[in-house]
Each structure stands twice: as C-alpha cells, then as structure tokens.
C-alpha cells in the first residue's frame, strides 16, 4: 500500500497524522489477524497522568526506551491523550529504561526499570509534575507609535 502525506523531510518527523496513520493501519493487521500479542517479544502498557491544570490542548508526549545500559533510544514515539492506555510493542525480550518528556512538566520518576518478556505485557504508569518553561522575548517598553501589527517579536530585540 501506498499512503501519501504533505510533508518534507523535516517536518514528517513532528507530524500528528503520519503515526496516527502508521499505528492504525498496524492495528487493523493486528485485530484482524489476532496476531499483535502472539509475536516474539512483549509489549508495554503505557498509562500516564498530569498532576497540574492545563488549558486547552495538551502537546503530545515522547515516551523514549532503550536497554540498561545503553545511551541510544532503542524506540520512540509520540502520544497524546488519546493513545494513552495503549499497548506498544512488540520488543525483544530484555531489560529497558523508559522514560516520557512533556513541555511544561516532567515525569515523576525518570529512567523507569522494564523488563519486557515474550507474551507478557508490562504496565508503565507515569506522573508529570510542573516544570516550567519560558519562551519569548524580553524587550523595552515600545511606545504606541513604534507598534506595528503584523511586526514579529524579533523586529523589537535589542542588541
């Protein structure tokens, strides 16, 4: 099959719609064909909550795993409320480290022990607590003559 998505190189890398589009074709595979919990490997149940208000539409969250050990992400993925509970996988049998990032807070525990196992699924539960960030400029009072609509942010940077 072939799927064609508006998207370059680079921003294919951010896109909602390109995994969206991936995991639900994998999924209908899988249920059609009772096959998703009978390969090699294990999966992961990922759960998580956040411990603060939020107005509006979450950012989605990246869940990176690799194996003890290792520096390089052996897997990683992009979820949104919509996907939390899922399952996800499957991974060879091994012992990992998970993790998941947010914008605005991070996760309770950091580098989360798993030990993945064939046909079993293990349950991952994470807690994102507040950690700020900032984005924007600080600039000098501008009078209302010097305001231009339509101007960006940077015409006001000072040197």
């Known amino acids: 099959m072939n799927y ?8 294919i890398i951010y896109s909602k719609e ?6 639900a074709i994998i999924n209908e595979f899988y249920e059609k064909q009772n096959a998703s919990l009978h390969q090699p490997g294990g999966h992961i149940k990922i759960q998580f909550k956040y411990k603060y ?13 690799r194996r003890e050990g290792r520096d390089e992400v052996e897997a990683m993925s992009y ?8 399952l996800y996988g499957p991974f ?12 605005s807070g991070r996760s309770e525990r950091a580098d989360i022990p798993v ?10 539960d994470f807690l994102f607590i507040p950690d700020g960030e900032i984005i924007g400029y600080v600039t000098t009072s501008l ?5 231009a609509p339509g101007r960006p942010n940077i015409i ?3 040197e």
């Open 4 to 11: 064609v998505f508006n998207e370059d190189h680079a921003s």
């Open 115 to 124: 030990t993945i196992e064939n046909g079993k699924t293990k349950p991952l």
């Open 79 to 86: 979820f949104s409320d919509y996907d939390n509970g899922k």
């Open 143 to 147: 009078k209302k003559e010097e305001k």
């Open 92 to 103: 060879p049998p091994g012992k990992y480290c998970a993790n998941m990032l947010v914008s």
């Open 53 to 65: 208000p939020s107005v509006g539409v979450r950012q989605q969250a990246m869940f990176m795993l």
């Open 156 to 158: 006001y940077q000072g």
């Open 18 to 23: 390109v995994p969206a589009s991936y995991n």
